[in-house]
């Protein structure tokens, strides 16, 4: 079965510190793919990365990494020097590859990070 | 702003009446999606519309009915809900794939629904 799991509810920092978002997820597919979406309290979900399990190389957008282990079935999210801005839900989600599956995202519980100025 | 537009943004309605969300994009995505979030939990799908045509429906009730009347627009007709069905509607799209690339989902704002 697929599950993904996010350990952390909700996490509290001071702006401009660093903080990792925690991802560990569960398939028996040897094809699948892995997002983050954030949710702000607006309600809509931004996507913002895309990984296939093929590619396990990490990720760096401007304050945004992300740190993608098979051997570890993890997918952490860190956000360097933390913004007011990003408060908000973050969702990792695993979908297994195969047309018949488009948008069948399994999210994980997600994680509330407030940064506080 | 989102690309995908969702209409209303706020929804009240009794148990008795009949309504519709409305949902439109513009990206030329041929994928469209229904997803409902309760509150302080994950989205959870409902409906794929694949070039138009219903290609999943994940056991919703009757009582939430679907259409796509074209490649850009989806709607949710609703009728007889329960206070229970009470949650955010999320709309979203992407380009479909018969191969399965699993292509981002852009997500509308959503809809607050509330039922009384």
């Known amino acids: 079965a697929q599950k993904v799991t996010q350990a952390q509810t909700e996490i509290s920092v001071v702006e401009k510190e660093d903080v990792t978002l925690d991802c560990v997820y569960e398939?028996?597919?040897?094809?699948?793919?892995l997002f983050w979406y954030k949710q702000p309290p607006s309600g809509e979900l931004v996507f913002l990365i895309r990984?296939?399990?093929?590619?396990?190389q990490n990720e760096i957008s401007g304050r945004y990494s992300w740190n993608f282990q098979k051997s570890t079935s993890s997918f952490n999210f860190t956000i360097t020097a933390s913004q007011v801005v990003d408060s908000a839900v973050y969702f990792c989600?695993?979908?297994?590859?195969?047309?018949?599956?488009?948008?069948?995202?399994?999210f994980g519980k997600g994680t509330k990070l407030s940064v506080k100025p | 702003d989102t690309e995908v537009t969702q209409t209303p943004k706020h929804l009240v309605m009794g148990m008795t009446n009949k309504k519709s969300l409305k949902c439109e994009q513009h990206?030329?995505?041929?994928?469209m999606y229904w997803y409902k979030q309760k509150a302080k939990k994950p989205p959870e799908l409902m409906f794929v519309?694949?070039?138009?045509?219903?290609?999943i429906n994940e056991s919703v009730p009757s009582r939430f009915s679907p259409e796509c009347p074209n490649s850009s627009l989806l709607n949710l007709h609703l009728h007889a809900l329960q206070p229970e069905d009470s949650a955010l509607y999320l709309c979203?799209?992407?380009?479909?794939?018969?191969?399965?690339?699993?292509?981002?989902?852009?997500f509308g704002n959503g809809t607050r629904l509330t039922v009384t």
């Open positions: 979203a799209s992407s380009q479909a794939s018969a191969a399965g690339n699993n292509s981002p989902l852009h």
């Open positions: 989600a695993l979908s297994e590859a195969g047309g018949g599956s488009q948008g069948n995202l399994i």
């Open positions: 990984r296939n399990s093929f590619d396990e």
């Open positions: 990206m030329g995505h041929r994928a």
């Open positions: 398939t028996r597919d040897t094809t699948y793919y």
């Open positions: 519309y694949s070039y138009e045509k219903l290609s």
